[in-house]
């Protein structure tokens, strides 16, 4: 190919290529649909996601492809986003409003053709699963910097919904507004953590005696911003895009590796990977007594079961002022191991979910 059209005839026959395939692999995708309403099988399975997205990492590496992980990734999630509508069309509930960082999550996962619903508390997300109004729930649990989620954690304890995948993503904030000069700002708009994670910036530019008033979401600071003269928000470059709402400064947080874990809930179990994590709930009858919790974990360590968290949480239960423990170890629920574990532990374990390990 020497010249720029003859690379673009090529280009428009490997296309036509691709559209047959895909073509192809959806209407097999549609008899896997077809099989699973029949047998009542989960059409979200992410350990087969991953196993197949690892595959295709590892083949593409041996043949020296152009393509790295994350754009394997980015391709393969969205064919499988469209092949899950093809299968079965879900509902995906998430924190909202449109354009927050979990509707981004949510959609990273789901891809642009899922049914959305937005929601503007995270008990609203668990009520809405259990309800059937909503197959999929998208909620925060964990800030690298602010730490847990508090709200989702107290709601795991008493739902029956369960944790069916994680998702890590890089938190950015942006400062939006329609004014040209920083002076003109006399308030400024976004949830209370977004002012917490950009303290310098508001410093450096003597903003930090502005009023800043805190909102359920940073998507909502984008629509307020929009609509209001003076006014300013910190909130995702993709919120203030989708609000009009131009942005002035990028990537403002305080910490450039800002993460937010992302979990997935549904009223399914997955199946056994090769890389499972699984969350509990414990409430020690004995916690009162001096190494209660430890003798629990010494069960883990003897079983060489890793954790990777343990977060206690006030028990809220009437008359004292006791807690329970939420655990996440590496591996899955079936496994032999874990079960000789939880058995002995049964009347003080609840099971939370065993999904895929997420990237972090």
């Known amino acids: 190919m020497k010249t720029l059209n003859e690379c673009r005839v090529a280009i428009d026959e490997i296309d036509n290529e691709i559209l047959k395939l895909l073509n192809k692999r959806m209407t097999v995708v549609e008899r896997v649909g077809e099989i699973k309403k029949d047998t009542g099988g989960a059409i979200y399975r992410p350990e087969r996601e991953k196993a197949i997205i690892d595959r295709l990492v590892t083949l593409n590496e041996k043949a020296e492809g152009l393509l790295n992980r994350s754009a394997i990734e980015a391709i393969y999630l969205e064919i499988f986003a469209v092949a899950r509508n093809l299968e079965l069309p879900e509902r995906i509930a998430y924190l909202g409003p449109e354009g927050s960082f979990t509707h981004q999550a949510a959609e990273s996962r789901f891809g642009a053709m899922s049914d959305y619903l937005s929601l503007n508390s995270i008990d609203s997300v668990f009520k809405t699963l259990e309800s059937g109004r909503a197959k999929f729930g998208v909620v925060p649990i964990e800030n690298s910097r602010d730490g847990i989620v508090g709200e989702t954690l107290d709601l795991l304890a008493k739902s029956s919904v369960k944790i069916v995948a994680e998702l890590y993503m890089p938190i950015h904030m942006s400062f939006a507004t329609k004014d040209e000069k920083l002076e003109n700002i006399t308030k400024i708009y976004s949830k209370d953590k977004g002012f917490g994670q950009c303290r310098e910036f508001l410093s450096e530019h003597e903003l930090v005696n502005v009023e800043q008033i805190p909102v359920e979401s940073t998507a909502k600071a984008a629509i307020l911003a929009a609509n209001e003269p003076h006014a300013a928000a910190i909130c995702s470059h993709i919120a203030a895009k989708l609000y009009g709402v131009p942005t002035m400064f990028e990537n403002i947080e305080d910490a450039v590796d800002n993460t937010t874990r992302f979990i997935i809930l549904s009223d399914f179990k997955n199946g056994m990977s090769a ?56 591996g899955h629920i079936d496994e032999e191991k874990i079960q000789k574990v939880i058995q002995k532990h049964k009347d003080e374990v609840t099971w939370l979910g065993s999904y895929v390990k997420g990237e972090e």
């Open 275 to 330: 890389e499972d994590k699984t969350s509990i709930l414990v409430r020690l009858k004995d916690a009162v007594e001096a190494g209660s919790l430890v003798h629990f974990l010494q069960d883990f360590d003897e079983e060489k079961i890793n954790l990777s968290k343990i977060e206690s949480r006030p028990s809220k239960d009437k008359g004292g002022f006791g807690y329970w423990f939420y655990i996440d170890f590496y």
